[in-house]
């Protein structure tokens, strides 16, 4: 990203932008720590280990749905990005 696209963007963007680097970068985390888990307790375990299934155990219970009112604001967001555009 460009520093001018940068200081374009609103708060909420911006934080937007940096919650879901945040996620990125945990779920990046928790995917080595698992595999680097699972790839030691396989050389170790033997036939008694049973790998981490990461994948499988998603987040999905923890996720907070978007209300409609969130979703209108987005929406809003994305059209008034537009418009300043020019597209």
Do not use: W
């Amino acid at each position: 990203m460009s520093p001018t696209t940068f200081y374009a963007l609103t708060y909420k963007e911006a934080k937007l932008i940096l919650e879901g680097y945040k996620q990125e970068q945990e779920d990046n985390y928790y995917h080595n720590y698992y595999a680097m888990f699972n790839a030691i307790g396989a050389f170790l375990g033997g036939k008694k280990f049973t790998p981490v299934e990461v994948f499988e155990n998603s987040k999905k219970e923890d996720k907070k749905k978007a209300t409609k009112e969130e979703k209108q604001q987005l929406l809003d967001m994305f059209r008034k990005h537009n418009k300043a555009k020019g597209d």
